[in-house]
């Protein structure tokens, strides 16, 4: 039988799958299944979009693995989140290990600083008073008391995580690796055993099925310099991103450059820390080394404190001329980002003593007869060269089609970091991904900017090409598209689990009743369900205000509320609110997608406000500038998209299984009044609506 008809088989209604426990036969489980399969099969690409209770991880994992296994090939499966990752790895596979009739093996692969370097923890320890203070020599007895007893030897085996100042100077890392030296037939593999990170690599190379996560991945595709023959990765494999809307974003991070005070930092106290007087320099005793190390520390410091100046006169100059076009109206604000157009920002005070040094050091390199204390060095001085070139690589500006900004961050604001990410990665990802001989599968809950498909009651199953596809977009922004596109439908249904309300009499933010109305029909809402309510903001600042405005009421109606950034981390809040079955949580940002309430605590969800980014981010400003160089309307192409994904999103919180039902509110009466709204509506899945 071939693949797609086996797959076909298996998720039918008397399919292998209906012995597993909990089995409920989906047909638009089956379908991605075998979408999947036929990409496969033919190494196309493809991008299917499958709601929530699809049971989209089992309608991908089940054709890789026979895929795989058949076919000699390695599943590379990439997901955003660390929560689906332990799902696959603990209980998916594990449960298609039981019921496959096929065996296969898995393995998650964390990058190799996850894992203890025992030649490393060796020599730490033999030099543990050159290098540590003596709280530090306390944290590195914990760790090698952990390597006699850990299983796996990664971070993750830790009860409590180790100092990471003290970790990384004993992880794994690319550059000290040396299994020619304690390889599996060394002399010290046969006396220390066989290391945790070569025993994982083995694992990981022998795996049909790699799990992993996007920044792992694109962090591994970065260091890909030949062409992996009928791979991307490894040689023959394929990979599958689930949580494929995060592609984008952390492809951009990783293809640019990023270099902070804090990271300048760490190589030199590596070296030498003045403060405490350890570091490698003290095991040799090199003065002038120390000295030049102490120099460019100051030096260091002084560059970002110039960059730091030249971005306040920047933004100065800029909020004046804001204030000439816009009436003041954002008058005042700090600066978190600030893009910087112009090449030499600051004279490069900095990577002429980075070179100095990396000199001196490089002469101890030859001298030093200490070959462990040698390649520490030479790991230091290639991250002090990567270090110079991403400092003139900003300054100069030289990368195409970047855009480059200053970030200030850290509670005080006092970490400074350089910044350039491409405007568009979908070049990059066209030639890295999309043009390889094998396939690319990419899912999610969310890549469409409409659900006709269940809007119409159309076959679940939507095949269409791109120009006209609701995945069109999503497809763009990646360049993937050669991708088949495809969406299917839903198991639920949203007209007996779902109602939507539109406030019709919304005033504009700008006025000054804004605030009052929504407070009014925030209360009124919450009043209807008693709590059970996601309310979701756009603007940090006001739903500070709101919340503690409204505290009395919940008070007085004995509801908890929590509020986003108010202390409590969000994790914790989100146990709290599921545990507190009728309380409210006031979210921005990160509760808009990702966040997974099923049952009646989540039964209610408010959006405040139509998601549009505000354009100040550096790479969202540019990326509407170049739609608009040539020609194009950033409006209708990139923000209405980008929101009317993250509203999808944004209800996507409320139906989590076929049992749920709820109510959605949509304060913002554009949805209603501007002739964009329909597409917002459209966005949503059929259900009753009622204008209040
Ligand atoms: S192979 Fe690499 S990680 Fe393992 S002990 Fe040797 S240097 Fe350390």
Request: proline share 4%; hydrophobic share 40%; net charge neutral.
């Amino acid at each position: 039988m071939d693949l797609v008809a086996q797959v076909e088989e298996m998720f039918s209604p008397m399919g292998i799958l209906s012995r597993a426990k909990n089995f409920e036969y989906r047909p638009q489980q089956q379908q991605m299944a075998v979408a999947v399969a036929r990409a496969l099969q033919n190494r196309q690409h493809l991008a299917v979009e499958a709601g929530t209770g699809v049971g989209k991880s089992l309608a991908y994992l089940i054709p890789a693995i026979l895929f795989a296994v058949a076919e000699r090939k390695k599943a590379v499966v990439s997901t955003h989140t660390i929560n689906l990752q332990e799902q696959l790895s603990d209980k998916d596979l594990p449960m298609l290990e039981q019921i496959l009739p096929v065996k296969f093996t898995y393995a998650l692969l964390k990058g190799r600083q996850n894992y203890l370097c025992t030649r490393r923890l060796r020599k730490a320890m033999q030099q543990a008073g050159n290098l540590f203070t003596s709280s530090e020599t306390a944290e590195l007895q914990r760790i090698y008391e952990w390597s006699k007893e850990t299983e796996d030897g990664s971070l993750s085996d830790f009860d409590v995580e180790p100092e990471m100042r003290v970790w990384a100077q004993v992880c794994s890392e690319r550059g000290l690796c040396s299994p020619k030296l304690c390889g599996y037939p060394s002399d010290f593999a046969k006396e220390h055993g066989v290391c945790f990170f070569q025993r994982a690599r083995n694992r990981f190379l022998s795996a049909d099925v790699l799990v992993l996560n996007h920044t792992l991945l694109f962090t591994l595709l970065g260091g890909v310099e030949e062409e992996v023959p009928g791979g991307i990765l490894f040689k023959n494999d394929f990979v599958i991103f689930d949580e494929a809307q995060q592609m984008e974003s952390v492809a951009s991070r990783h293809i640019g450059l990023s270099v902070s005070n804090a990271q300048m930092r760490y190589p030199l106290h590596r070296l030498w820390n003045p403060r405490t007087e350890k570091g490698l320099l003290a095991t040799l005793r090199k003065g002038a080394a120390v000295k030049l190390v102490a120099e460019l520390l100051d030096a260091a410091d002084a560059f970002f404190k110039d960059v730091e100046s030249a971005c306040d006169g920047l933004s100065h100059r800029k909020q004046l001329t804001l204030r000439e076009e816009d009436s003041g109206r954002r008058k005042g604000r700090a600066w978190t980002e600030l893009r910087i157009r112009q090449p030499n920002l600051v004279p490069d005070t900095a990577t002429l003593p980075i070179q100095r040094l990396r000199e001196v050091v490089s002469d101890l390199i030859k001298t030093s007869d200490d070959k462990e204390i040698g390649q520490e060095l030479m790991e230091c001085n290639r991250r002090l060269a990567e270090l110079r070139e991403a400092v003139t690589a900003f300054l100069g500006q030289s990368g195409v089609d970047c855009v480059y900004w200053v970030e200030r961050s850290g509670k005080t604001q006092k970490n400074v970091t350089l910044n350039a990410a491409p405007v568009d990665v979908a070049d990059y990802l066209r030639r890295r991904l999309f043009e390889s001989d094998t396939s690319i599968v990419m899912t999610s809950a969310t890549l469409a900017v409409s659900a006709r498909g269940e809007r119409r009651n159309r076959p679940a199953m939507e095949e269409a090409h791109r120009s006209t596809s609701p995945l069109g977009y999503f497809a763009k922004r990646v360049g993937a598209e050669a991708a088949t596109l495809l969406q299917v439908g839903t198991p639920f249904n949203y007209e007996r689990q779902m109602k939507l309300f539109v406030v019709s009499k919304m005033p504009d933010p700008r006025e000054a009743g804004y605030a009052d109305a929504l407070e009014h029909w925030i209360e009124h809402f919450i009043r209807q369900t008693h709590g059970k309510a996601f309310v979701l903001f756009t603007n940090f600042k006001l739903m500070l205000e709101l919340g503690e405005r409204m505290q009395p009421l919940f008070d007085k109606l004995g509801l908890a509320c929590f509020v986003q950034g108010t202390g409590t981390p969000r994790s914790t809040m989100l146990e709290k609110f599921k545990a507190d079955v009728d309380s409210v949580l006031f979210g921005t940002d990160s509760f808009w997608q990702g966040v997974d309430v099923p049952g009646e605590a989540l039964s209610n969800v408010i959006i405040t406000r139509l998601p549009f980014a505000v354009p100040d981010h550096p790479l969202t400003e540019a990326r509407m500038e170049a739609i608009e160089v040539r020609g194009g309307d950033s409006f209708q192409e990139f923000s209405l998209p980008e929101a009317i994904l993250k509203f999808r999103q944004g209800v996507g919180r409320l139906i989590r299984t076929k049992t749920d039902t709820g109510v959605i509110v949509v304060l913002d009466n554009r949805i209603l009044a501007k002739k964009y709204g329909q597409a917002f509506l459209d966005a949503l899945p059929k259900c009753p609506v009622e204008i209040v």
